[in-house]
Every structure is written in structure tokens, then in C-alpha cells.
T-cell receptor, first 111, second 111 residues
Framework: EAGVAQSPRYKIIEKRQSVAFWCNPI?????LYWYQQILGQGPKLLIQ????????DSQLPKDRFSAERLKGVDSTLKIQPAKLEDSAVYLC?????????FGEGSWLTVV | KQEVTQIPAALSVPEGENLVLNCSFT??????LQWFRQDPGKGLTSLLL?????REQTSGRLNASLDKSSGRSTLYIAASQPGDSATYLC??????????FGAGTTVTVRA
């Protein structure tokens, strides 16, 4: 069974630039999450999708972050413009209401 | 809002010693609780999933217990090995598909 795929793995950008991360969940998983994990902290939920609908985006900084889930499968998370405090690893995860499966993460450094 | 706490933040033990990792949560109305392992530079790997109706789950040297009424879960790792060195996170699913994570316990097993 293929795992959760994320790209790019690493990205360095200057502040005020934009960046986009892509996630392909495990086939058949209806629920997809994007988490932000700052070094030394636990993951913080940014947005949760159920199929292609948004279940929870209450902690997504909507002035700069946006996310979509195309046809209930792949998802893209965009940051524009980036700030220094956005430096973190962005984790995508999927589940079918059992164990949660994470991708390797996309590591963002904003300089 | 569910709050998840993990104490201690870091733990160092000699090889062969048993590990005891603690997780506490504020709202006992949970659907399940999961324990994850995170290696440096990697995503999270699910170790054990305990449904709210269960008291414990076991996998090899790992055993996790759940006491909903007191809002606690404990992960036991028997006969620790240097390869067990990692950060261990617990996450609580609070009946609404929303996972709340603790900040993790970083374990170092000394050879």
C-alpha cells in the first residue's frame, strides 16, 4: 500500500514570497489533514478535509494560507506572502477513521 | 477545547531499561487515542491506536493503556534499545475527527 506522498520535501524562500505544497493521500482515505509543526512542538492542525469539503479551518491564517482538495483526492496548501514565523514542517495526513498516516513532511525555511 | 500534555519533555535511559511515557488530556469524551513515533527529519509513524472502549493495546515491546475517566494514557516500552531513540507523541481524537497532539517526549536510549 502506497503511503502519503508530499512534495517538495524541502523549500527555502525569502519572506513575502509564495510557496505551495502538494499532498497525495492514501487511496480511499476520505479525511485529509494539513498540520504545521514548529521545531520542538506538537503538530497543529491547519485544515481538515472530508472528501473535498472543509471540515475545520479555524486555525488556518486565511489572510496568507489557502488550501484546496481537488476532487476529494490530492490537496495543495499555499502560503502567500510567507513570513519568518511560517518556518516549520508542513505535514499531510490521511485516515479512514482508523490510524492516521502521515507523509514525510515538507520542510519550509523562510529567510 | 481539548488540551493534551506530555510529561516529561525529554527522557534519557540506559539500554535495557523499561520506558514509561505519559500523556494526559482534559476532555474525557474521546473517540480514540494514538501514539506516534517521530524520528528527526521525518514524518510521524503510528505505533498504537486505542479505541475509547479499550483499556490497552499491545504491539511487540510496546503497550499502551488508556484511562478515560482520569484523562490519561501511558506508553510502556519494554527493554529499551538505542533504536527506540525518537520523539513520541500522543494524539487524541475528540469525537469529531479532530486530533489534538501533545508536544511529545524525546527519548534517548544510551548504549
Amino acid at each position: 500500500e502506497a503511503g502519503v506522498a508530499q512534495s517538495p520535501r524541502y523549500k527555502i524562500i525569502e519572506k513575502r514570497q509564495s510557496v505551495a505544497f502538494w499532498c497525495n493521500p492514501i487511496s480511499g482515505h476520505a479525511t485529509l489533514y494539513w498540520y504545521q509543526q514548529i521545531l520542538g512542538q506538537g503538530p497543529k492542525l491547519l485544515i481538515q478535509f472530508q472528501n473535498n469539503g472543509v471540515v475545520d479551518d479555524s486555525q488556518l491564517p486565511k489572510d496568507r494560507f489557502s488550501a484546496e482538495r481537488l476532487k476529494g483526492v490530492d490537496s495543495t496548501l499555499k502560503i502567500q506572502p510567507a513570513k519568518l514565523e511560517d518556518s516549520a514542517v508542513y505535514l499531510c495526513a490521511s485516515t479512514q477513521r482508523g490510524s492516521l498516516y502521515f507523509g514525510e513532511g515538507s520542510w519550509l525555511t523562510v529567510v | 477545547k481539548q488540551e493534551v500534555t506530555q510529561i516529561p519533555a525529554a527522557l534519557s535511559v540506559p539500554e535495557g531499561e523499561n520506558l514509561v511515557l505519559n500523556c494526559s488530556f482534559t476532555d474525557s469524551a474521546i473517540y480514540n487515542l494514538q501514539w506516534f513515533r517521530q524520528d528527526p527529519g521525518k514524518g510521524l509513524t503510528s505505533l498504537l491506536l486505542i479505541q475509547s472502549s479499550q483499556r490497552e493495546q499491545t504491539s511487540g515491546r510496546l503497550n499502551a493503556s488508556l484511562d478515560k475517566s482520569s484523562g490519561r494514557s501511558t506508553l510502556y516500552i519494554a527493554a529499551s534499545q538505542p533504536g527506540d531513540s525518537a520523539t513520541y507523541l500522543c494524539a487524541v481524537d475528540s469525537n469529531d475527527y479532530k486530533l489534538s497532539f501533545g508536544a511529545g517526549t524525546t527519548v534517548t536510549v544510551r548504549a
